[in-house]
């Protein structure tokens, strides 16, 4: 049996931001927001992370309300606590203080029955570095397919 099960990806956090290094974090959750997210129920796209007083906050991720949760249900985009240690989180602060840097989400997977998440140190792409990698990938599928007709 797989260990890890994919729940929420950032599909579009590698189209538009260029990841530089990748931390695994814990999560803080509730019950209803578990169920939810197991049933798919979850989105990354415009979630992103703060440090606060020492502590990693994941803002903006949306979690579905869970649809048999009735009066103890969630809130859809609340601010959810990461699990990080000390050393971990003064290593993000440091990096996300240069200029042009962010922490992403870019994935919330099941480990072991314990949801973690998959952030990424980002830089932004331009324009022009998003057409270059477009075609960089055309390239490829191009060249892959003219070895597949001669092989």
């Known amino acids: 049996m797989k260990s890890e099960s ?29 169920k939810s997210l197991r049933n798919h129920g979850g989105s990354l796209q415009d979630a992103y992370v703060i440090i606060d007083k020492g502590e990693a906050y994941l803002k903006q991720a949306s979690i579905a309300p869970y ?3 009735n009066v103890f249900n969630h809130e859809e985009r609340r601010d959810r606590k990461l699990l990080l240690h000390f050393y ?8 996300i203080e240069q200029k042009g840097l962010t922490i992403i989400p870019l994935a919330m997977y099941l480990k072991k029955g314990i949801v973690k998440v998959k952030l990424g140190v980002a830089k932004g792409k331009k324009r022009h570095d998003k057409r270059h990698a477009i ?17």
């Open 88 to 95: 971990e989180i003064t290593k993000l602060k440091k990096s």
């Open 6 to 34: 994919e729940l929420v990806s950032n599909r579009r956090a590698r189209h538009e931001y260029e990841i530089l290094e990748t931390v695994e974090a814990g999560i803080v959750l509730l019950g209803t927001e578990i």
């Open 67 to 69: 649809k048999f949760g």
């Open 135 to 151: 075609k960089e990938r055309e390239e490829k599928r191009s060249i892959a397919r003219i070895l597949k007709q001669q092989g």
